[in-house]
Every structure is written in C-alpha cells, then in structure tokens.
Nanobody, 115 residues
C-alpha cells in the first residue's frame, strides 16, 4: 500500500511557474515508477511525466522542455517543476505510483493557468 499526498497547485498567469510535490508513505526506492498525470474537464487523463527505476524519465510531448520531474529520496517525495505554463496546462494533476504491479493515486491538485 502506498499513500500519496500532492501539494503545490494553484492559480498562475501564463508564462509563470509552479512546483508540485508528491509525498509517498513509503520509501520511493521500492517503487518501480512514479509519475504525474493530468485531467482537464471533458478530457481523458493523460500521462505528463514519469520517472522509473534508474531515473529514466519520459514526458508528454507538449511539456518537453518546460516541465521537469525529479525526486528527493530522503523525503520520499517526487516533484514536478512546471515552467512557461500555458492555459492548456490547466487541469487536475495526479501523482501516481506503480508498486509491485499495483497503481496508486493521490487525491489530485488543481492547476489553473489564466490571466
């Protein structure tokens, strides 16, 4: 079992930055992959960024060069640094952990990019 708690969402103007945090209830060393997904109103949930064992990362094409996923093993926390935000980045962002073949989700945090 893995509990995930996200934080860091909010309202930001276009071009601004936010950093999302996802605190896990167990050592992230033991988690095969951790990632961030997002879901905008009326759209399907999509993978934004993922970090796998060995620090391999993958990003949604539309966020490459703007978003960075990272982790702090000592804090059991994964981050998503989001720069140059656009209105189309507006969504609820969810943290995900793939642990022993089971997927766990956080409660989500709202990111709104608007003037």
């Amino acid at each position: 079992q893995v509990q995930l708690v996200e934080s860091g969402g909010g309202l930001v103007q276009p071009g601004g930055s936010l950093r999302l945090s996802c605190a896990a209830s167990r050592s992230i060393f033991s988690i095969q992959a951790m990632g961030w997904y997002r879901q905008a109103p009326g759209k399907q949930r999509e993978l934004v960024a993922v970090m796998k064992s060995g620090d391999t990362t993958n990003y949604l094409d539309s966020v490459k060069g703007r978003f960075t996923i990272s982790r702090d093993n000592a804090k059991n926390t994964v981050y998503l640094q989001m720069n140059s935000l656009k209105p189309e980045d507006t969504a609820v962002y969810y943290c995900n952990a793939d642990y022993l073949g089971v997927r766990f989700w956080g409660q989500g945090t709202q990111v709104t990019v608007s003037k």
